[in-house]
């Protein structure tokens, strides 16, 4: 299985900015989309930011102009840079990919994982 953990949250006063990183680990394996998605308490989780292989961006309405989502293929890491954060932009930051992988008996299959998330804080 593909395994996705994420790095980059924390406290931060409204307007400043945090990077998350979200680096996938496994073997034989290649990613066609990955997305951020967020969830505040009490609320539904949310898709923020996406990127398929293709090049292809989606952006949440909220995030557009101050997030960027971006690819170190390299590192098999996605990124979002999160800039002129707001407190409504606290919540935990969920990374979800999806791709597929080739097992042990030469099969390629589908995959789909998801980060443990990471907490964003953004203080008035």
């Known amino acids: 299985q593909v395994q996705l953990v994420e790095s980059g949250g924390g406290l931060v006063q409204a307007g400043g900015s945090l990077r998350l990183s979200c680096a996938a680990s496994g073997t034989s394996f290649s990613v066609n989309a990955v997305a951020w998605h967020r969830q505040a308490p009490g609320k539904q989780r949310e898709l923020v930011a996406g990127?398929?292989?293709?090049?292809?961006?989606n952006y949440a309405d909220s995030v557009k102009d101050r997030f960027i989502i971006s690819t170190d293929n390299n590192k098999n890491t996605v990124y979002l840079q999160m800039n002129a954060l707001k407190p409504e932009d606290t919540a935990v930051y969920y990374c979800?990919?999806?791709?597929?992988?080739?097992?042990?008996?030469?099969?390629?299959?589908?995959?789909?994982?998801w980060g443990q998330g990471t907490q964003v804080i953004v203080s008035s």
């Open positions: 990127i398929t292989s293709g090049g292809l961006f």
């Open positions: 979800n990919a999806e791709g597929t992988r080739t097992d042990w008996r030469s099969r390629v299959r589908t995959w789909n994982s």
